[in-house]
């Protein structure tokens, strides 16, 4: 393996280096591919056509506008151009993995299960059969030395959404981004005159064509039943337990709110919601399938002392993470935390290193 990092900005360069560049249509993997091109790597960009609802979709990186614009910066930059159709292998191993959490009435996050089997899992494999040395995306997040580190731009970070890669895989990545601030990328694509620089965001969910609900309508079965108050009072009905999740507020339709969705029982098929905000507020969890993306040696101590988050947009908080078994961590919070959901990744942090994550499972 070659000793070589590029984390915004290039620390070691070395002849004959083929990088892949997954590119969106978006400008952050576009700036991506042209900093790599500038260095003087031999890149190449790689459109992924992913499985989506529906035959025309508004989010950006599933639709046929995205591919032009993806193929029109890879022309800008003078480097080959392929489209690599993995609808088959998204299908499976996202949308199906969706529907089966929001069938077990959790709330998931499809982007962190794409990026493992998807932009660093499948397309990994595939650029390595070609000859490639390394993957690039438009991350915004950084490696050092098997670290995964927090992006430059706080408001940017993506690290939340990469705690299931391993060190196989993060040998092999490379964030050219994660060293600006999504300014400082818009203003370098004006200067390369790439033709995504003013483009949109991207939603989240890039394979919905409408909205997650008509979505859920569409693929999952819908059964109404009882909403109820903590005393276990019925307050009204809901129109199937997938279309709500912890701390909803909206879309309840009960009078005499406002009402807050505080649990689900799957079983009984009964939404469990309060008035009080506090009923939301926990300090306890457990969470399953724990990676840890460099493995710590902690295995003298009952538990580590982290930073975590709970969800893409929280705050990092003092936490305390012991292991249960060999997948399973509980954590508990200093402080209570606000509509842990189950679904959701927590994940650790020391300082701007991500530690690892897992997917909570159950609120204590």
């Not at 915004?8 to 900093?35: T, W």
């Not at 032009?68 to 609808?87: C, D, G, H, M, T």
Request: aromatic fraction near 10%; hydrophobic fraction near 40%; proline fraction near 4%.
């Amino acid at each position: 393996m070659k000793n070589f990092s590029f984390s915004g900005k290039v620390d070691y360069m070395e002849k004959n280096i083929r990088i892949v560049v997954a590119m969106s249509g978006g400008v952050d993997s576009s700036v991506a591919g042209a900093l790599l091109r500038r260095a003087g790597f031999g890149v190449v960009g790689i459109f992924m056509k992913f499985w989506k609802d529906g035959k025309s979709s508004d989010n950006r990186c599933c639709s046929g506008e995205s591919e032009k614009l993806a193929r029109a910066v890879a022309k800008k930059l003078a480097i080959p151009f392929y489209v690599l159709n993995v609808e088959k292998e998204f299908k499976k191993k996202v949308v199906d993995y969706f529907l089966k959490e929001y069938k077990k009435g959790n709330t998931p996050n499809p982007c962190v299960v794409c990026n493992k089997e998807i932009k660093f899992g499948f397309l990994i494999k595939k650029a390595l059969s070609l000859g490639a040395d390394f993957v690039a995306t438009g991350h915004y997040a950084n490696i050092e030395n098997g670290k995964l580190l927090q992006g430059k731009d706080k408001n940017k970070d993506q690290s939340y959404f990469l705690w299931q890669l391993d060190q196989n895989q993060l040998s092999r990545v490379l964030f050219p981004v994660g060293g600006y601030t999504k300014p400082e990328v818009r203003k370098l694509a004006k200067k390369f005159k790439l033709p995504t620089a003013q483009t949109p965001e991207s939603q989240e969910v890039c394979f919905v064509s409408d909205n997650v609900n008509n979505f859920l309508k569409k693929y999952l079965k819908t059964k109404p039943g009882k909403i109820v108050d903590m005393s276990g009072k019925v307050v009204g009905e809901h129109h199937g337990l997938w279309f709500y999740t912890i701390g909803q507020r909206r879309g309840l339709e009960i009078p005499q709110g406002p009402w807050f969705v505080v649990d689900k029982d799957v079983e009984k098929n009964i939404l469990i919601v309060s008035k009080d905000k506090k009923d939301l507020l926990k300090k306890e969890l457990t969470a399953s399938d724990v990676n840890w993306t460099c493995p710590p040696k902690f295995s003298e101590r009952k538990f580590w002392r982290v930073k975590a988050k709970i969800r893409y947009r929280s705050k990092e908080a003092f936490a305390n993470v012991r292991m249960i078994g060999n997948k399973r961590v509980g954590v508990v919070f200093d402080m209570p935390q606000k509509a842990i959901t189950p679904g959701q990744s927590v994940v650790f942090y020391k300082g701007r290193e991500l530690l690892g994550g897992a997917t909570i499972d159950k609120v204590v």
